[in-house]
């Protein structure tokens, strides 16, 4: 018997990373176990480069769903698996297509990838279920018998993990293999040719999706990079954010609000919903839907309870934070003639550092678990020593403290840190507010402090001479070099 085609990728070499989830695709091909990969996470985040990849040089056929209507998407499938299978099959529904591909494979094994597989779904929740539930028969039917492996794969991440559902009728029968964005030492990887600061100043904007890395890759310098790709509007970013909402989130307009209310910082419920007008409890809904696609998601202090009254909404996408504070709301203004450089020189260029601050000060915490040894850490955030918020009482007047880095050993705080991203170097000042203020408030919260916790410090732009002799002999203060830190991933 003639074999399958081998599928051959083009692109197969210039594939980079994702080696835990190819290694897991791969345990599960040369396993034996029938049950479907489902494979699912946003858009952008590699999955079809993912599964390109693993089908490289495999007995595979790739069927790429798209939004149109079932039977057309279904002639299309059907002249794509006529030269793999030998014969054109008929195929009236997915069942078809599903015993089509299992028969296919009683005598040799094929990888078969249904991507977008949510787009070959009905509309209504019950004509999918019943959909579903035909195919689950089809699946008791014909896989014990055949050599099939089948990849569902799919970028919307709510319908995807919906297949996954206890109640659901492919419960059982799928693998998950949740994609998600890639880290700063992933992101490395895209950005060849840059120094740490200006890979970490391209991460801090792209977020971790390969496509916004490789989009901004250019060795030019940031300001033409991020015009070119993201300002401009003819370019390939332009119109990004509103895209991948508007793909899988009804009522877009409320969600652009939310994200517009959160690409400028944190923000409390009450906050969102005085932004929108609205009342906290239908902006849950919203944060809600954001939450399930893995962009928003609710922090809480290091040692508070998940049911805090004191969270913060945070937009988790660096991307988006990005997109929806510096596009959205002038995209208006540069359809209209507003020159793309403009924007960037009077809207981005001076808050940037602060932009860029915040997913340092996530690297900063990284750095802690790596380096320092503590178990866990976290921000944390809470009310100014008591004499401190009193009108009356001495001395400068605090209301609450911020500390970006709080790390804890056996359960009592070992690490305080604080990170700026900024371009004048960190003075003594920092260390002074750190041990006269913010550790003393920390102690007043009720968590356990260790007599003489670490210290550690990390400013891109370096430290001043007076906080550098202030570290001379100290153990429990550490300067942080930046640039090594950020480099540090190197092999």
């Known amino acids: 018997m003639v074999g399958f085609p081998s599928f051959e990728w083009a692109a197969a070499a210039d594939f980079l990373d994702r080696d835990a989830e190819l290694a897991q695709l791969d345990s599960w091909w040369r396993s034996g176990d029938p049950n479907l990969m489902c494979i699912y996470g946003r858009r952008r985040c590699g999955k079809s480069w993912l599964f390109r990849k693993f089908a490289h040089g495999k007995p595979a056929v790739v069927l790429v769903a798209r939004r149109t209507a079932p039977g057309v998407q279904l002639d299309d499938f059907a002249d794509r698996l006529e030269p793999v299978l030998g ?22 094994p094929l990888l078969a990838v249904i991507d977008e597989f949510p787009y070959l779904l009905p509309s209504t929740e019950s004509d999918t279920d019943r959909e579903l539930t035909a195919l689950a028969a089809v699946m008791e039917e014909e896989r014990d018998a055949s050599q099939l492996r089948l990849v569902l794969c799919g970028s919307l991440v709510t319908q995807m993990e919906a297949l996954l559902g206890e109640r659901a009728p492919l419960h059982g029968r799928l693998r998950p293999l949740q994609l998600h964005p ?16 200006e890979q970490f100043e391209r991460f801090a904007i792209a977020g971790g999706m390969p496509l916004y890395l490789n989009a901004l890759a250019a060795r030019d310098q940031l300001p ?8 401009d509007r003819g370019s390939s970013l332009w119109d ?32 969102i919903a005085a932004v929108l007008k609205s009342d906290a409890q239908r902006v849950s809904k919203y944060l809600a839907g954001l939450v399930n696609m893995r962009v928003v998601e609710r922090k809480v202090a290091i040692g508070s309870s998940d049911t805090s009254r004191t969270g913060h ?22 359809e209209n003639g507003l020159a793309a450089r403009d924007l960037y020189d009077q809207e981005v260029a001076p808050v940037l550092s602060e932009h860029i601050g915040a997913q340092f000060e996530d690297f900063a915490r990284s750095w802690a678990r790596a380096n320092l040894g503590v178990t866990r850490v976290g921000a944390w955030w809470g009310p100014a020593l008591h004499a401190l918020r009193r009108p009356d009482g001495d001395g400068p007047r605090r209301t609450t403290e911020e500390i970006d880095v709080v790390g804890l050993t056996r359960g009592r705080v070992s690490v305080v840190g604080e ?9 003594i000042g920092y260390l002074n507010d750190i041990e006269s203020f913010k550790i003393p408030a920390l102690r007043q919260s009720g968590l356990k402090v260790a007599a003489r916790p670490m210290i550690a410090l990390l400013s891109k732009a370096g430290y001043t001479p007076a906080l550098q002799a202030a570290a001379e002999g100290r153990e429990d203060l550490l300067l942080v070099d930046v640039a090594t830190a950020l480099a540090s991933t190197d092999d």
């Open 87 to 108: 014969v054109r099959p008929s195929l009236s529904n997915l069942s078809d297509l599903f015993r089509t591909l299992f028969r296919a494979a009683r005598e040799q």
């Open 182 to 197: 890639v880290a700063y030492e992933q992101a490395r990887l895209f950005l060849p040719g840059l120094s740490p600061v």
């Open 224 to 231: 033409e990079v991020v015009c070119d790709r993201i300002l």
């Open 240 to 271: 990004e954010g509103r895209t991948i909402i508007e793909q899988e989130l009804r009522e877009p307009k409320i969600y652009f609000a939310v994200l517009q209310a959160l690409a400028g910082g944190d923000k409390e419920s009450g906050e």
């Open 313 to 334: 909404w945070h937009l988790r996408d660096p991307f988006l934070r990005f997109w929806f504070r510096f596009v959205f709301p002038f995209q208006d203004d540069l």
């Open 419 to 427: 990170a700026r991203w900024r371009t004048h170097p960190m003075d």
